[in-house]
């Protein structure tokens, strides 16, 4: 089945610094990706849909200016928490659907110290 | 937007036995539901989903069930194992084209308990 990708798998940064997540589809190509936020114990909440070639669309709520989302191919999305402070601790995960299904990375554990 | 509501949070079978999720969505244009399965620190993985031309769909142990004119759809798990043990997510959203986004349920935490 399709495979999605996600690097790194977790990392801890410094309050104020700048973290980059990877999302690449590997077997199939996806002009759309979906980022996600899993906080524990909480469901799946959708952040933003990365469009290749185009701005991302986010959802209300969240900061585009702190988020920025890059959909440089298209199997390659990225996340940067800019400025990251520790309420911004979360499980990330990315997903591309395919023609047939939604697929998952993942994730990205951050933790903000 | 879509708004979709899953019952119970947490809901605890002994093994053998049938576990029901229940979830409800609020946009009628909403045509696909998917079910995941997730495990601690794990990506969700699809179980079973149904389109809405479809009413029920079953594969081995796990069911799906969709009343589009009430607005809900169910996963039914008959004959529970603990390896059945996990947060389960219903899902809705568009089933035609790879941008259509899907909106969560608040998630199960289903134990099957020996």
């Known amino acids: 089945g399709a495979v999605v990708s996600q690097h790194p798998s977790w990392v801890i940064c410094k309050s104020g610094t700048s973290v980059k997540i990877e999302c690449r589809s590997l077997?199939?190509?996806?002009?759309?990706m979906f980022w996600y936020r899993q906080f524990p114990k909480q469901s799946l909440m959708l952040m933003a849909t990365?469009?290749?070639?185009?701005?991302?669309?986010?959802e209300q709520g969240v900061e585009k200016d702190k988020f920025l989302i890059n959909h440089a191919s298209l199997t390659l999305s990225t996340l940067t928490v800019t400025s990251a402070h520790p309420e911004d601790s979360s499980f990330y995960i990315c997903?591309?659907?395919?023609?047939?299904?939604?697929?998952f990375g993942p994730g990205t554990r951050l933790t903000v110290t | 937007g879509e708004n979709v509501e899953q019952h119970p949070s947490t809901l605890s079978v002994q093994e053998g036995d049938s576990a029901v999720i229940k979830c409800t969505y609020s946009?009628?244009?909403?045509?696909?539901f998917p079910w995941y399965k997730q495990e601690l620190g794990k990506r969700p993985q699809l179980i079973i989903d149904?389109?809405?031309?479809?009413g029920e769909k079953k594969d081995q142990r796990i069911a799906v069930t969709l009343n589009k004119t009430a607005k809900h759809f169910s996963l039914h798990i008959t004959e529970t194992q603990p390896e059945d043990s996990a947060v389960y997510f219903c899902?809705?959203?568009?089933?035609?084209?790879?941008?259509?986004?899907?909106?969560f349920g608040t998630g199960t935490r289903l134990q099957v308990t020996l």
């Open positions: 997903s591309a659907r395919s023609l047939v299904e939604q697929y």
């Open positions: 077997d199939f190509q996806a002009t759309t």
């Open positions: 990365s469009n290749e070639g185009s701005k991302a669309t986010y």
């Open positions: 946009d009628s244009a909403s045509n696909y």
């Open positions: 149904i389109r809405s031309n479809v």
């Open positions: 899902a809705a959203g568009g089933s035609t084209g790879t941008a259509s986004k899907l909106t």
